[in-house]
């Protein structure tokens, strides 16, 4: 059980662009989104740094730091939903259940 609630995707309606975004992108906005809302700059934050990160690079060097920042972006993710216990949405929950199988326990991360 998530210790803090999802927000309301148009809780913040300056949000919009960024949680369109991610919409269309994953096809869901992220409960970490939805909870880390409470501060929109963020958010915003978070958004400008995806979008940084994601941006293709062409040299090894570039490749190397591209990597490194991709690992660190979801590493935040990660103690980010860890110490909120932030629920699994119902599509990432259901890839889990249907690639990994029965062995696979989402633990706090899903509502019983």
């Known amino acids: 059980m998530a210790h803090l609630d999802p927000l309301p ?3 913040e309606p300056e ?7 991610f919409e ?3 096809g869901f906005v992220p409960n970490s989104l939805l909870t880390m809302q409470r501060k929109p700059a963020i ?7 995806t979008e940084a ?5 062409d040299e090894v060097d570039d490749e190397i730091v591209e990597l490194l920042a991709a690992i660190s972006l979801y590493g935040f993710l ?3 939903n ?7 949405e119902d599509g990432p929950r259901q890839t889990g259940e249907r690639v990994l199988g029965e ?5 706090k991360h899903v509502e019983d």
């Open 82 to 88: 860890d110490t909120l216990a932030t629920d699994l």
């Open 24 to 26: 269309e992108v994953l």
């Open 103 to 107: 062995e696979w326990d989402p633990g």
């Open 78 to 80: 990660n103690r980010w």
């Open 15 to 21: 949000l919009e662009e960024e949680f369109e975004l």
């Open 53 to 57: 990160v994601m941006e293709e690079a």
């Open 43 to 49: 958010v915003a934050g978070f958004h400008a740094l």
């Open 9 to 11: 995707a148009d809780a």
